[in-house]
């Protein structure tokens, strides 16, 4: 992984593919690549490592024959290490056919390839899996394929794994060939032009009109048109879809950062959702659910990775407790190696930002073929998951850019609360004890802009926490899982190694750690029935010198002891109900993680080493 894009029939294709790889930045990537067609047909390639910027200096130093074909790629190294050599395009030869590939994804069996090629003449070039593509196809061709999407169709039957890509064919310009298995890729249409990517927004601006391929289809695109052959080898029409990209080049719109700019989004998020999935005049949740009988689920299971996950519990912590329906959840990336067992009555709920998240893809196939019912919560409805889904929830987030998910994690919370209450709506709860449940979750874009009003306290906060190798952070009920999602925060953009627990399990192992030189950070609402137990915490971590950051409302700071409030930093949140305590809670912590990690100069919105979607598994 991590970014595609193809162009074919367009004078500008290197500067479509280049300016396309530029709007694919936010999704993560070690090191870019471009290759075209020359005058006579043959592959003319540039590569960098680093930011996308050496791969411009690199062409404009050496420039590229003009044409009207070209390929390029961002990737996210997975198979050897970033270098030069490892970067896309990969090229491979057999006989008179050479191609030149971009892949996403990961071919799993590629050292069996490679043992299998090498004594055919196969020259491997560098460390990773996807030189063998090439290679596979023009194998394939020179022995007995017909055409270049039926060696496509032969080279996937032999790739073990999650893969999307686009071949050039040497000497073959205006024709590009790109298939997918488990990772996204689209096909854009133009006039007397197509295109290949693996987010249409890297197409923003060239074309509003996009076919999204399905699992082992093969798309042909060149300046006449788009055929598409299923896995069977059968011809196939792929819906249309219009889709207005306009608002995602917004930019920063003024904010140093996407991440802070998204932050402040969250009011409006909020609202937007409130507005669509509420009724008006009974204050009542109305997500769009015709393809579930509610009445009927005995058993939910929510699955996600990584800040998905932390929205997933804070779900199941509502579900339970007003529609009073079992809930696991599990990390993706586990699930289905267990073979779990599908209880009748039972519904699958993916969480996705993107919907293409590999693992969770993976897991809600496996629950599919097992015959439950899907539901999706996605930023994306054009996703694979919400193509899978029996209903989708759109989180109605808009575009995130910043790698590091803020804006889309509160809409997840937001939402799979709203979806427990209307599950428990169908269970029999009064309407108008749900009324209640609406009206708080109403005040929420107020108080959101409140707190982003204020960060003095916060600023405060992050000096004492800028010199720390490591911190703890601890939280109760549905307080647990926002805990985890900042320990996340601070560690993803701020680099400091941050570990979460339930408050109650610090006494089983982490209290080994506390000492002078360790911050812990404690969520604590004053309306959950906790907080007395909190303070227990707090006299813990303070007997051990440890350095105390306490987050509560007013009237939980008012219950600390004058020894525990001389010896905690406070930051302060408005006092609400318990219900929507987690959106409230996380937005210091999405604070604080921003300004320790802009004090400490690293790169907010495309963190080392992180990719804004997973889509290998």
Known sequence: MCGIVGVVGNTEAQSIVLTGLQRLEYRGYDSAGIASLGAQGQFQTRKAVGKLQSLLSEVEANPLTATTTAIGH????????????????HQGKFGKYGFAVVHNGIIENYQELRAELT???????????????????ADALSRSAETVAMAV???????????????????????????????????????????????????????????????????????QGVQIMDGSGKIVERPVKTLDLSTDLAGKQGFKHFMLKEIHEQPAVVSKLLQEYTTTDSLQPNLPMT?????????????????????????????????????????????????PPYPPGGLFVAVSQSGETADTLAALEHAKAAGQKILVFTNVTTSSMARAADAVIDLMAGREIAVASTKAFTAMMT??????????????????????????????????????????????????????????????????????????????????????????EMKHGPIALVDKHLPVV???????????????????????????????????????????????????????PAFIAPMVFTIPLQV???????????????????????TVE
């Open 153 to 223: 169709r032969a080279a996937t039957s032999k790739f073990r794994g999650s893969f999307a890509f686009v071949a050039m064919q040497e000497g073959e310009p205006d024709h590009l060939t790109g298939t997918r298995r488990g990772a996204p890729l689209c096909v854009g249409l133009g006039d007397k032009a197509n295109y290949f990517a693996s987010d249409p927004l890297a197409l923003a601006g060239i074309t509003s009109k996009f076919i999204f391929l399905e699992d082992d289809d093969i798309a042909s695109i060149s300046p």
């Open 291 to 339: 393809g579930l009988d509610l009445k009927s689920i005995t058993y939910i299971n929510i699955i996600a990775c990584g800040t998905a996950s932390y929205a997933a519990m804070v779900g199941k912590y509502f579900i339970e407790q007003f529609a009073r329906v079992p809930v696991n959840v599990e990390v993706a990336s586990e699930f289905r190696y267990r073979n």
């Open 415 to 504: 939402t799979l609360s709203l979806f427990s209450l209307q599950l428990a709506a169908a269970r029999g709860m009064p309407g108008k004890d749900i009324s209640v449940h609406i009206n708080a979750l109403r005040t929420l874009p107020n108080h959101i802009t409140n707190q982003l009003a204020s960060t003095k306290q916060l600023e405060a906060v992050v000096e004492q926490i800028l010199p720390a190798h490591s911190m703890l952070y601890l939280g109760r009920g549905a307080l647990a899982p926002i805990a985890f999602e900042g320990a996340l925060k601070i560690k993803e953009i701020s680099y400091i190694h941050a570990e979460a627990y339930a408050s109650g």
């Open 522 to 576: 404690n969520l604590a609402t004053s309306t959950d029935g906790l907080f007395e137990k909190t303070v227990s915490n707090l006299k813990e971590v303070e007997a051990r010198h440890g350095q105390v950051i306490l987050i509560t409302d007013s009237e939980g700071e008012s219950k600390l002891d004058n020894v525990t409030r001389q010896n905690t930093s406070v930051i302060n949140v408005p006092t609400v």
């Open 592 to 614: 604080l993680a921003y300004l320790t990690a802009t004090a400490k100069g690293t790169d907010v919105d495309q963190p080392r080493n992180l990719a804004k979607s997973v």
């Open 119 to 137: 004594p055919h003449g196969a020259n491997f070039l560098s460390e990773t899996d996807t030189e063998t593509i090439p290679y596979v196809i």
């Open 74 to 89: 961002t990737r996210w190294a997975t198979h050897g290490s970033p270098t030069t050599a490892n970067a896309h395009p």
